[in-house]
């Protein structure tokens, strides 16, 4: 399965963007994770098929996430945003629950001060 990203860009504090990516095929998970600058890789959150999401608490709140199935496409809508959020956005997926991530190539989101 391949991942597209879109979406990313430089705003500032307080400003809202949305991120978007879309799989190739069918899945049964789909969220992000980011990587913030010197940091390892961390969970924002995930849509599951069912209709489950979970969020992380950093972002709980500000983020939401928001699923097209139809369209294998999944949205990251995220408001109030902070320095502290500016990262590599990396949208990742799964075609089973317990089977490995899929990952996209990665979007840049900045937050200046």
């Not at 699923?67 to 956005?89: F, G, I, P, W």
């Amino acid at each position: 399965v391949q991942l597209v990203e879109s979406g990313g860009g430089l705003v500032q504090i307080g400003d809202s963007l949305r991120l978007s990516c879309t799989a190739s095929g069918r899945t049964f998970g789909m969220g992000w994770f980011r990587q913030p600058p010197g940091k390892d890789r961390e969970f924002v959150g995930i849509s599951w098929t069912g209709g489950e999401i979970v969020l992380a608490d950093s972002v709980k709140g500000r983020f939401t996430i928001s699923r097209e199935n139809a369209k294998n496409t999944v949205h990251l809508q995220m408001n109030s945003l902070k320095v502290e959020d500016t990262a590599q956005y990396y949208c990742a997926c799964k075609l089973e629950l317990g089977g490995e991530y899929y990952w996209g190539q990665g979007t840049q989101v900045t937050v200046s001060s």
